[in-house]
């Protein structure tokens, strides 16, 4: 089993900064993908960045030029750096990451994961 841990959340004023982090643990043979989405009240789960574990990143228009993902493939860690917070980036931030596992054997399996989730709340 895989286990992701999220820290960081909290509230912050408009225009101020957070830091996400996920680590992931248990049975890791390969972090893949790793990402950050969230989820506000009365809304769908959106992307919001991910990065592949050569390091190349992708965003959602929304956060770009704000939002900063980064990853440290010797920790299984995903970092998520989020500045000019404006109120609608309120929402419960999971962190997603595509793990392969090895099994005594020889054999592999490879699959998704969720952190729990963090809350951001950004006042106005």
């Known amino acids: 089993q895989v286990q992701l841990v999220e820290s960081g959340g909290g509230l912050v004023q408009a225009g101020g900064s957070l830091r996400l982090s996920c680590a992931a643990s248990?049975?890791?043979?390969?972090?893949?993908?790793m990402g950050w989405y969230r989820q506000a009240p009365g809304k769908q789960r959106e992307l919001v960045a991910t990065?592949?574990?050569?390091?190349?990143?992708a965003y959602v228009d929304s956060v770009k030029g704000r939002f900063a993902i980064s990853r440290d493939n010797a920790k299984n860690t995903v970092n998520l750096q989020m500045s000019s917070l404006k109120p609608e980036d309120t929402a419960v931030y999971y962190c997603?990451?595509?793990?392969?596992?090895?099994?005594?054997?020889?054999?592999?399996?490879?699959?998704?994961?969720w952190g729990q989730g963090t809350q951001v709340t950004v006042s106005s």
């Open positions: 990065i592949t574990r050569g390091g190349t990143t």
């Open positions: 997603n990451a595509e793990v392969t596992s090895k099994y005594f054997g020889g054999t592999y399996s490879t699959s998704d994961y």
């Open positions: 248990g049975s890791i043979f390969n972090v893949n993908g």
